[in-house]
């Protein structure tokens, strides 16, 4: 059997010992820049793959060294080379297996045009003659004096800045306006340029050329990059862990002398473009590239270090696996063996790293939808939403289907589906809730009277629980001051009722009388409002009631203060309980729900309630200062201008009591309201309160 040809330009380059210890080479192919590691079979027999035969090649590999391949073996080296383009096409049927080949490894058109869309790069320039000619000038930045500078530089700036800490954090407050925004904006892209130009001249040193550098979006958010993949030519594992933290290195340096040159600097321009700099070098070096979840340099340091190329998706492989064993039990061989220890390790980097991304992209969708354009947010969020959630789930529900003979027969599968159902109940089935909340329990109708100005109590003809009719004079209160109105009123009205007569009648003045009646008018209205007055001195019962919570120091002679509670007349009959829900509670409430009220302390029975109304606007302040918090209620209260100002929506609920209520009539109660509202699934409630939460907390 003859073997397709190899490219000609591909080259071999002695790589760094593999985790079992065997070495391994690096084969370059330098029209696209890529670099393949290959083990130490593999390349065996790449070595004699001139001899054309599998045969042969197995022959000369065995005769040559301790491996004995079998053909299959190199069978599997022609798949990998045709696979990754790494072959000449010698006649048309080998191209088009290779173009089949192709189609199957980059997926359908819809899956390309995706990852084109969240994954993109842009080169932008060809650094590399550049970086040649400046390396010399950079060179001391490598040395061991500036290492040691800045280790002291960092010892000095935190000693002064934890003595300064006050009006560093002040300034850090004073940064967050849209000037602020726009200097961390400007350093970003700085920062950004030095990380880049620290993997640039690290790789530059170590002897690799770097093609290209340029800007990468990922999910539509701009990152630069520098093309370092001929570091994987580095036999020398430490190499190339310090190109790939050089970025992070350089971010970190500029972090210590910033924060320096900020203790240091007087007040000023200066002073502020380093306080920008450190903080900003500081977080992204931490926050961002330090994470491994994205494939930022934390991730190429951590699979460098851990000698795991692929990092990412072998241990996605390796979780899914791990899922389908949980699961279903199948007792499959898992894709890679490692250590009990690695292998635990790598499930839960999965994890996180899926949980870190999908929490991660749509915030960026929601942020876009609220702060940007919100169809581009909907774009963005249907895309993510296809890209991290439907398409993982939907290959994975692929190899289900394919296990599906086997799965319906394990009794763990079983286990897993009821379990499953059990679960998808709890979002579908609705159950009867109850919400509860604390209420105001009081008569329908009341009538308050309040005390007038300067006032004495002249006569009190009923006692406490009097039954009074409608009409009936509830007490009557004397007031010298209004006395004397009336006096003063009723005599000058008088006087100028006479004159204005007897002017009438005499020819000389009857040019008075005009200016005469205008003023007999003015006197008339005086008396009629010293008479209005009068009678909020003598308060009658608006409608036939019980007389409540009459003041007990009230007596005849007593002066009482202005708006002073002086009794309340109740109707007879009608009780009512008000409470206040939230938002998502009061949805659940209908009018002519059934609920039921305990007093606090639970005196006197349960009273049995009918929602009578559901506010449809939310209240803005509590009327009722016993429902807050602060007094041992259930509505969550902050105090301003003496208003008690609910800390989040609530809607007034009003439910009428269905009988009497026996020992509590008579006086208000606070207590307990019970209602029985709509039916609705636990797993629906519980998911939406927890969004409401999140979305409170994030501070939308
Ligand atoms: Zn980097």
């Given amino acids: 059997m003859a073997l397709p040809q190899l490219r000609e330009e591909l080259a071999l380059h002695p790589g760094p010992r593999l985790a079992d210890g065997q070495p391994s080479w690096t084969l370059h192919d330098p029209a696209r ?13 790449l070595s004699h793959w001139h001899l054309d035969d599998p045969a042969a090649i197995c022959a000369a590999v065995s005769a040559h060294s301790t491996l004995q391949p079998g053909e299959q073996d190199v069978e599997q080296v022609a798949e990998f080379l045709a696979a990754n383009e790494l072959l000449q096409p010698r006649h048309e049927d080998s191209a088009r297996l290779l173009a089949a080949r192709w189609h199957g490894l980059r997926g359908s058109w819809l899956q390309r045009l995706l990852h084109h869309y969240l994954f993109f790069r842009i080169p932008l320039l060809d650094p590399d003659p550049w970086l ?24 000095a700036g935190a000693v002064l800045v934890y003595r300064d800490w006050g009006r560093f954090s002040a300034t850090l407050v004073d ?10 904006g400007a350093a970003i892209a700085v920062v950004k340029l030095l990380h880049e130009l620290g993997h640039a001249f690290t790789a530059r040193r170590y002897g690799c050329r770097v093609p290209a550098m340029g800007v990468a979006f990922l999910v539509l958010w701009p990152v630069a990059y520098t093309d370092t993949n001929e570091v994987w030519k580095i036999a020398d594992h430490r190499r190339r862990l310090a190109v790939a933290l050089a970025g992070v290195a350089t971010e970190t340096a500029i972090a210590i002398w910033a924060t320096l040159a900020w203790a240091l600097l007087p007040e000023g321009t200066p002073k502020s473009i380093a306080f920008v700099l450190a903080t900003v070098s500081w977080i992204a070096t931490v926050a961002i590239n330090a994470s491994p979840f994205l ?36 007792g499959e061989p898992p894709p890679e063996h490692f250590s009990r220890r690695r292998t635990l390790g790598l499930i839960l980097f999965a994890w996180a790293t899926w949980i870190y991304r999908l929490v991660v992209f749509v915030g960026i969708a929601v942020l876009v939808y ?3 354009i919100k169809l581009a947010g909907i774009a963005l969020f249907m895309v993510e939403v296809v890209w991290f959630i439907a398409r993982p789930v939907w290959s994975e529900l692929k190899v289900w289907r394919r296990l599906w003979p086997v799965l319906r027969r394990q009794p763990r599968a079983r286990r897993s589906a009821a379990w499953a159902a059990a679960i998808a109940l709890l979002f579908v089935v609705p159950w009867p809730t109850r919400l509860s909340a604390s209420g105001h329990l009081k008569p329908a109708e009341s009538f308050v009277v309040y005390a007038p100005a300067g006032a004495q109590v002249a006569e009190l003809p009923w006692r406490e629980g009097a039954q009074v009719p409608a009409g009936a004079p509830l007490l009557k209160l004397a007031s010298p001051d209004l006395t004397l109105r009336w006096q003063l009123a009723s005599s000058r009205a008088e006087a100028l009722r006479r004159q204005s007569a007897t002017a009438s009648l005499d020819p000389l003045q009857q040019q008075n009388v005009q200016v005469l009646q205008q003023s007999l008018a003015a006197a008339e209205a005086e008396l009629a409002n010293v008479d209005a007055d009068a009678a909020r001195y003598v308060p009658v019962a608006p409608f036939a009631g019980q007389l409540r919570d009459v003041d007990p120091e009230l ?3 007593v002066w009482v203060r202005k708006q002073d509670n002086l009794m309340t007349l109740v109707r007879p009959g009608r009780w009512v309980v008000d409470t206040y829900l939230d938002e998502q509670s009061v949805r659940r409430v209908r009018s002519g729900d059934s609920a039921v009220f305990f007093a606090d302390g639970l005196q006197g029975p349960a009273l049995a309630l009918k929602v009578a109304s559901v506010d449809e606007d939310a209240t803005r302040s509590l009327p009722d200062g016993m429902l807050a918090t602060s007094a041992g209620g259930s509505v969550l209260t902050r105090e301003r201008e003496h208003l008690l100002v609910p800390e989040q929506a609530v809607y007034r609920v009003t439910l009428e009591a ?18 029985r509202g709509q039916w609705e699934a636990p797993g629906l409630a519980f998911l939406r309160s927890a969004l409401a939460l999140l979305w409170r907390e994030l501070g939308f």
Wanted: charged share 15%; glycine share 6%; no cysteine.
């Fill in 295 to 330: 494939r930022f340099d934390g991730y190429f340091v951590l699979s460098d270090w851990l000698d795991m190329p692929n990092l990412h998706s072998r241990a996605f492989a390796l979780a899914r696996w791990d899922l389908r064993e949980r699961l279903f039990g199948l």
């Fill in 132 to 155: 040649a000619r400046w390396s010399p000038r950079v060179a001391w930045f490598y040395s061991a004096a500036f290492l040691r500078l800045t280790l002291f530089a960092l010892l």
């Fill in 175 to 184: 940064t967050l306006s849209w000037q602020g925004l726009a200097a961390y």
């Fill in 33 to 45: 820049n890529q670099f393949f590691r290959i083990d130490w079979q593999t390349f065996s027999i």
């Fill in 555 to 557: 007596r005849a002679g």
């Fill in 370 to 372: 609220h702060f940007f």
């Fill in 658 to 675: 269905q009988d009497a209520p026996g020992t509590l009539a008579g006086h208000s109660w606070r207590g307990h309201v019970v209602i």
